[in-house]
């Protein structure tokens, strides 16, 4: 009998937990939490609890497969690779390297997505390489970039505790990240004001001195709002503004037009509310500000972003401690895929792509690059892959066809795709589509790094052997790479010992990770970047001295509509998100036997004064209709959403929320607008019921 425990990071959300799994005779047996890790502190949520429960699970992919009509075989691991290869290298030959486009994974390591987005430029030849960041972060990564220079977590999440004050907004923290969560409750019994700006009562609303109740999809009102009444009582910090910052003067001429007044109109939020919660803010020793989702998914997601910033740069409540802007980064590696050049416009470290320069550097490193222009984004690849424009696509640890709004689009596109390969852990939705399944290792079952949300680097350490014949992600994009010949610059090789070569290549070619390295990790158990050379200690907080680009720039904005507006046919606005026990699509926590039990089913909030008006009783089966589709659905009355709001979580595939989503898209991040739709609430009589379940059904499958 061998038992032993394994020190790795958690699999789920950006908060990077540190977590130990138990292993008996090389079976993941159970989960315990790390008491030696800085920001968990020997805590998880029940999801990291649960991190090993799926690793077993009799569904996972333990054999390549081939699609044969509407069902899979099995096929060897060498007629997998070999089939990938040919048809990718067909395809590029026949259509040019912009007809391929790959998926990057934040589930998957630093090392498997740097490998992926070298496979897209060095031997395929495209910038055709996005991954989930683009549903999520993307207008963080560029909102903050132009107002800071640096698209990331300014503060260190520890330090959230000694905050004074903290503005929650758009981000249910207690259950998207639970034990950020914890620290921000614990700031409040310390006595730091909490404002939680919200268009749901979320727990946190409940403990917060302020609860701003906004519409959703209105938030650049607000923050405009709160931004007029600091300058109209005169509470900027005059010094900061003066010396880190321009474009000030800019920044009155959009707000004057937003007095507290005015805003209560558009949002909804009681003007003299807003007005104290601004000054709370102001006037605060030390202010942080803490968003997610709430703020990016919109078609303003850009706009509500620099908002917030311009909002900190005002107060002067960023470069010191506790304070700044803080996007939660959503899944396990978000921060590290979006890091290492897993994304259509920049190389690993945010060098861009259309520098000249940076694309020579890359280059002569590897041997070949594309041409000096950004790829496409996963929105635009899968609507290209439905008008034949993109002909291959190569998907790794991503489920659109759950995720990605209005899905019965992207299913319709998907399906017109001459070549799908699919690389996941269980057999999604997405992979159900797929031309060749590659059955991967899951994080038990590899070694690398994940970046944390507050940019911190940590080992993931290999517990078990991967299941069956699964392979570990980065060793089948080698796999594949090599077949497809590689190019032959000094950095050109897909064959490596171990990932630790890997992350040494990354630190060469990418100055922010130039000091991180696996024996470094090994040893100081975390850095966080930018951490340049091998002996820079990493730093906590961005901003100290200077922003990033040098001086913090004002981006004035005004308030616009969301896309889709409630009317007569429509008349409420429905927004998506999470609940705790579940994540995303549902692939591992449906799998996950005490995760499924808290919430075994899909359903909606609804207001009770909407219920009493449209006569719908508790629990009861509901129909949910937008201009995209329909769902099926149980109905939970709570006083949650405000009347004229409902939420729906989209992590079940049954009552599939993205049936119902808009896909209109900020125009600079290109995020959809997942936050705000336009839906009506129907009744199901008792005999219609049957068909219709099952037409439902068939419908969102
Ligand atoms: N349990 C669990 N945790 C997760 C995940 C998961 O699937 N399950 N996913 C991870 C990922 S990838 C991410 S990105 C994060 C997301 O984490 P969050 O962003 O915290 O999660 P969401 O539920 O999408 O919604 C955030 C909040 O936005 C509010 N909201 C809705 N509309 C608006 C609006 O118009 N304006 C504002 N300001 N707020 C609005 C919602 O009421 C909700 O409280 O969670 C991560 N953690
Ligand atoms: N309506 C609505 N839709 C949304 C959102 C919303 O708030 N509302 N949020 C959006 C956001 S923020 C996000 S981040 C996306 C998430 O969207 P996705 O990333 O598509 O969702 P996941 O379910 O996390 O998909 C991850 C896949 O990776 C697989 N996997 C897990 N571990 C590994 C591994 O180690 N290797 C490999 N190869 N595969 C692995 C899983 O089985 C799963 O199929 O959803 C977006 N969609
Ligand atoms: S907070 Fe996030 S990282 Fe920590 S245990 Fe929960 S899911 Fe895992
Ligand atoms: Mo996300």
Not at 324 to 346: F, I, S, T, W
Not at 480 to 493: D, E, M, Q, S, V
Not at 622 to 629: E, P
Request: charged share 20%; hydrophobic share 40%; aromatic share 8%.
């Amino acid at each position: 009998m061998e038992y032993r425990n394994v020190p790795t990071i958690c699999t789920y959300c950006g908060t990077g937990c540190g977590l130990l799994l138990e292993v008996l005779d090389g079976q993941v047996v159970g989960t315990y939490p790390d008491y030696a890790h800085p920001v968990s502190e020997g805590h998880l949520c029940i999801k990291g609890w649960n991190a090993g429960a799926f690793v077993h699970h009799p569904d996972r992919l333990t054999k390549p497969l081939f699609r044969k009509g509407n069902d899979f075989v099995e096929v060897s691991w060498d007629e997998a690779l070999e089939r990938v290869a040919g048809e990718l290298k067909r395809i590029r030959d026949q259509y040019g390297p912009d007809a391929i486009g790959l998926f990057g994974s934040a589930k998957a390591t630093n090392e498997a997505n740097y490998l992926m987005q070298k496979l897209a430029r060095a031997v395929i030849g495209t910038n055709n390489i996005d991954h989930c960041a683009r549903l999520c972060h993307a207008p963080s990564v560029a909102g903050l970039a132009m107002t800071f220079g640096s698209g990331a977590m300014t503060n260190s999440i520890p330090e959230l505790e000694n905050s004074r004050c903290i503005l929650v907004t758009g981000s249910n923290t207690t259950e998207g990240h639970p034990i950020i969560g914890a620290r921000i409750m614990r700031a409040k019994e310390r006595g730091a004001t909490l404002i939680v700006v919200d268009p749901r009562d979320i727990q946190l609303a409940r403990f917060a001195d302020f609860h701003l109740r906004q519409r959703p999809g209105t938030d650049v009102a607000w923050i405009n709002g709160m931004i007029h009444v600091i300058l109209r009582e005169g509470l900027e910090n005059k010094e900061f503004i003066a010396t880190r910052t321009e474009n000030f003067d800019a920044l009155w001429e959009v707000v004057k037009e937003y007095p507290p007044e005015r805003v209560e109109q558009i949002t909804g939020i009681p003007a003299d509310q807003l007005a104290a919660a601004a000054r709370a803010y102001a006037r605060a020793e030390s202010a942080a500000i803490v968003y997610a989702m709430g703020i990016t998914q919109h078609t303003t997601g850009t706009d509500n972003v620099v908002s917030l910033a311009n909002l900190a740069m005002v107060t002067g409540q960023i470069g010191r401690p506790s304070t700044g802007v803080n996007p939660l980064r959503g899944q396990n590696n978000v921060q590290g895929a979006c890091d290492v050049g897993a994304l259509p416009n920049v190389y690993p470290g945010y060098q861009s792509v259309t520098d000249e320069k940076v694309r020579q550097k890359f280059l002569e490193a590897w041997g070949a690059a594309p041409p000096a222009r950004a790829g496409f984004t996963v929105t635009e690849m899968v609507d290209l892959a439905g008008v034949g424009a993109i002909r291959a696509l190569y998907i790794m640890g991503e489920n659109p066809l759950l995720s990605d709004p209005n899905i019965h689009h992207a299913r319709e596109a998907l399906e017109r795709i001459e070549f799908l390969v699919v690389q996941d852990i269980f057999l999604s939705e997405t992979a159900q589509f797929a031309h060749v399944v590659l059955p991967a290792a899951s994080f038990a079952e590899t070694s690398g790094t994940f970046t944390a949300t507050d940019r911190r680097v940590q080992l993931v350490r290999q517990a078990i052997p991967p299941i069956g014949e699964s392979r570990e992600d980065w060793q089948i994009i080698c796999e594949i790479a090599r077949r497809l010949g590689t190019p032959a610059g000094p950095y050109g090789k897909f064959d490596y010992a171990g990932t630790a070569e890997i992350m040494d290549e990354i630190a060469a070619l990418t100055p922010i990770y130039g000091g991180i390295s696996h024996r470094r990790l090994e040893e100081l158990g975390f850095l966080q970047w930018p951490c340049r050379t091998p002996d820079d200690p990493g730093t906590p907080i961005l901003h100290t001295e200077q922003f990033t680009r040098g001086l913090g720039r004002f981006q004035p904005v005004h308030y616009r509509d969301p896309a889709e507006l409630t009317d007569k046919e429509y008349p409420f606005i429905l927004t998506t998100g999470r609940v705790m026990f579940h994540w995303h699509t549902g692939t591992m926590t449906r799998r996950s036997p005490k995760l499924h039990k808290e919430v075994p089913e899909g359903y909606v909030e609804i207001n009770p004064l909407d219920a009493e008006r449209l006569q719908i009783g508790k629990s009861e089966r509901i129909r949910l209709v937008s201009r995209r589709g329909a769902v099926e659905t149980k109905a939970w009355i709570t006083r949650r959403v405000a009347p004229g709001v409902v939420f729906m979580p989209f992590h079940f595939a049954e009552a599939a929320a993205n049936v119902l989503t808009n896909a209109a898209l900020d125009p600079v991040a290109k995020i959809p607008e997942y936050k705000v739709c336009a839906v009506r609430i129907e009744k199901i009589t008792e005999v219609e019921r049957p068909e219709k379940l099952v037409a439902a059904r068939a419908g969102a499958s």
